[in-house]
Each structure stands twice: as C-alpha cells, then as structure tokens.
C-alpha cells in the first residue's frame, strides 16, 4: 500500500509504495502560501518558471528551475542564479515542449519514479489540457503523476487495476467528479459519495460522472479495472 498526503486529503492506494514524490510547481495559478507551507515541507521540489514566483513568496527555494524565463521576473530569475544553490536549465522562448513537459523529461531522466504538480490550476483550458495530457505522457516514460493539485482543487491519476480510498479532512471539499483520461475506463467502482458506481464503464465523450456530492464523515472508495481515471476534488470556490 501507498499514501499521498495533501494538505486536507489523504489518499491510501492499493499499489506500490510511492514514496517521498518529488514536487513540481508550474506557472498556471499561485497555490496559496497557506497550503505550499503546508505541502512542500520534507518534498524535493522543482520549479517550472514563473512556479518559482509563488514558492519563494512562501519562503522556498527549489532544488531545480527549469524553463525559458519569459514568465518569472528577470531579477527573481537572477536571484536564484546568484544563490547557487540551485540547479538552473534555461531554454530559449521558442521551443517544442512546455516548460512543465521539460520537467518531467528531466524527472525521467533522473529516474524520480513519482511527482505531484501544482501551480497547474487557473488560466487558459488549453494549458491546462496539455498539463493533464503531459501527465500520461510522463507515464510512458516511467514517471508517474500522483496528483495535480493546489488550494482550491485537486486531480488524483487512478491506474488500472488499483483502488484508492480518500479521507477529506478539509470540508471545504465539496465535488467528487470522475474523468476517464486517455480513452476508456473499464471496472469503475464508486462508494462513499451520494450517487455510487458499480462495474461502470466511462469513456470521455459520455461524462455523466461529474458534480458527485460527499457524505460527511465517509471515505470515497475509488476503483477501476482498466484505463487511467481522473478522480476531481474541488471546493467549489473562486481563486483570489
């Protein structure tokens, strides 16, 4: 068994420990200060750009920057240059991969084997598609995303064969959805939440999945048989 620990959520998977996951923080919207302080402690943690805006507002410094500069201020930029303290990778503006694509390139490079992104969330659904899709990408790779998630919202990646049981400590989370990525999810199971599945089939071009409610004090229980799954926690609220 496995546990992804998030600041309100805890997830216990039935699948190979996951260890320590490395953290990337992207530039899509600023996860708060309140909820990095809690969640990159004891992390590893890479920037992609301008998600090195937000994690030295906290008070943190990544291990790793990677990415072209076009989003994060040029003195910022420079700051951690000088520091020494981090390994830099620029790349020019004008170039195939995104800068989250490069990071998890590098992770595979590396054999960092497990990440959870955030600084994912917010802006434009092209962005955030691609994030997503990248994501599954990584995985042909060997890097498996755990999570994308920050403040407001979270996406777990549930893989075939594997069965997850999520304990929300934050009421704040209010929206259980399902999203079938990458094709077909086949064997879905769903307990714990006001409408349940049973041996469900869900594929992206039928998403009746969503919008699901929680129940107080019971623990989601997720399963899917074949395919990846997205399981979605929101809160319901507006970024700042």
């Excluded at 714990?192 to 599945?197: F, I, S, Y």
């Excluded at 409610?213 to 609220?237: F, M, Q």
Aim: proline letters at 5%.
């Amino acid at each position: 068994m496995g546990e992804i620990v998030l600041p309100g959520v805890r997830a216990v998977v039935s699948a190979e420990e996951t260890g320590e996951p490395l953290a990337i923080v992207a530039g899509g919207r600023e996860p708060s200060p309140q909820w990095l302080r809690k969640f990159l402690p004891g992390k590893d943690l890479w920037c992609a750009d301008s998600g090195l805006i937000p994690c030295m507002k906290a008070g943190f410094t990544p291990s790793r920057l990677l990415g072209d500069g076009d989003s994060t201020p040029g003195a910022l930029w420079e700051k951690v240059v000088s520091a020494g303290t981090t390994a830099v990778e620029s790349f020019p503006a004008d170039k195939d991969y995104t800068d989250l694509q490069l990071a998890f390139f590098r992770a595979a490079g590396e054999e960092r084997r497990s990440v959870i992104v955030s600084g994912c969330w917010g802006g434009r659904f092209d962005h955030l598609w691609s994030a997503v899709h990248s994501a599954l990408w990584a995985a042909e790779r060997g890097v498996r995303v755990l999570a994308f998630a920050d403040h407001l919202e979270i996406l777990f990646l549930v893989y075939g064969g594997e069965e997850w049981i999520l304990e929300i400590t934050d009421v704040r989370y209010s929206v259980l959805s399902l999203l079938p990525l990458g094709g077909e999810c086949g064997g879905v199971f769903l307990e714990g939440t006001k409408w349940t599945l049973n041996n469900a089939v869900l594929v992206p071009w039928r998403p009746f999945a969503v919008s699901n409610s929680l129940r107080e004090k019971e623990k989601p229980r997720i399963s899917v048989r074949e395919g990846i799954l997205g399981v979605y926690l929101g809160t319901g609220e507006k970024a700042d």
